[in-house]
C-alpha cells in the first residue's frame, strides 16, 4: 500500500476512502481496489458505515457517508464566519429586524453569529447559545434537508410537521410564530457547503406585532438572498 503512515488501520481506512471517491463500490470492489483482505475490507467498511463516514446506495454498494460532508462544512466555518459579520448586517438593515446564522451541533442549535436592530424591541440571541432543534424557523431548515431517518427522528416532539417541512423545501425557506417563544417570529433559509448540503440557517426575528403573522410575505426574498450570498462563499475556490 503507498503513502503508508505507520499506523495500519488509518492507512487503510484512507485507502477505501479514496477508492470511493471515485464512487460506489461493492465490497468485491473495494478488496480489488485496495488489495486488502476481504474480511478486513468488510470489518472496516462496516465500522466506517456505523459512523456515517460510508453508506449505502440503492444498490447496496458503499459510497462516500454524510459525516464526511458534516466535517468539511465544520472545515470551512472559518470561511462562513468571515462572510457572516458584512452579510448579517445587510441583512439587518434591509429588514430592519435582528438576523442571526444557526449551525447544527447535534441535537441543538448554536448561534454563531448575529446582529441586532439598531433600535426598538428587538429579539437578542447570544452569540454562542444553544437553541432547541424542536421549535423555530432556523431548526426547521437545518432540518428539512436532512436524511430521511435523522429527519424523522428529528420530528418527534417537534412544534412543526413533516408537511410543514416539505413546504419549507418546496419554497426555499421556513417562518415561525410564536414556535421558540411566545410574540416572536422569524424568518429563515438555508446556507449550502460545496457539496450542496445545508450547513447553516440564516434568520431575521422580531415580535410578531411587527414582523405579523406571515413574516415570510415580506422577509423571505432577503432572506433567501442573505443565505445565497454565505452559499457563494462557501462555494469560492
Known amino acids: 500500500m503507498e503513502n503508508t ?6 492507512d487503510k481506512i484512507t485507502s477505501i476512502l479514496g477508492t470511493l471517491e471515485a464512487g460506489p463500490a461493492t465490497l468485491a470492489g473495494l478488496v480489488d481496489a485496495t488489495g486488502l483482505a476481504r474480511p478486513t475490507a468488510h470489518r472496516i467498511a462496516v465500522a466506517l458505515e456505523h459512523h456515517r463516514l460510508l453508506g449505502r446506495d440503492l444498490q447496496g454498494r458503499f459510497v462516500l ?4 460532508a458534516e466535517l468539511s462544512a465544520a472545515a470551512g466555518e472559518d470561511r462562513l464566519l468571515t462572510a457572516a459579520g458584512s452579510v448579517l448586517t445587510h441583512l439587518r438593515d434591509v429588514t430592519g429586524e435582528t438576523a442571526q446564522l444557526y449551525r447544527r451541533q447535534g441535537e441543538v442549535r448554536i448561534c454563531v453569529a448575529a446582529v441586532e436592530r439598531l433600535f426598538g424591541l428587538r429579539d437578542t440571541v447570544p452569540v454562542g447559545l444553544a437553541l ?11 432540518l428539512a434537508w436532512e436524511e430521511p431517518e435523522r429527519l424523522h427522528r428529528g420530528l418527534q416532539g417537534a412544534r412543526f410537521t413533516a408537511t410543514a417541512l416539505s413546504g419549507v423545501r418546496r419554497r426555499g425557506w421556513a417562518q415561525s410564530i410564536g414556535e421558540r417563544e411566545p410574540g416572536v417570529a422569524s ?51
Do not use: D
Not at 5 to 10: A, T, W, Y
Not at 132 to 142: E, R, W
Open 187 to 237: 424568518v429563515s433559509a438555508p446556507v449550502r457547503g460545496p457539496s450542496n448540503r445545508v450547513v447553516a440557517a440564516v434568520s431575521v426575528s422580531g415580535p410578531i406585532e411587527r414582523l405579523t403573522r406571515h413574516p415570510g410575505t415580506h422577509l423571505s426574498k432577503a432572506v433567501i438572498e442573505a443565505a445565497a450570498r454565505l452559499t457563494e462563499a462557501l462555494h469560492r475556490p
Open 5 to 10: 503512515s505507520g499506523v495500519g488501520v488509518l
Open 65 to 68: 457517508g454524510p459525516r464526511l
Open 132 to 142: 432547541p432543534m424542536k421549535v423555530g424557523s432556523a431548526a426547521q431548515v437545518l
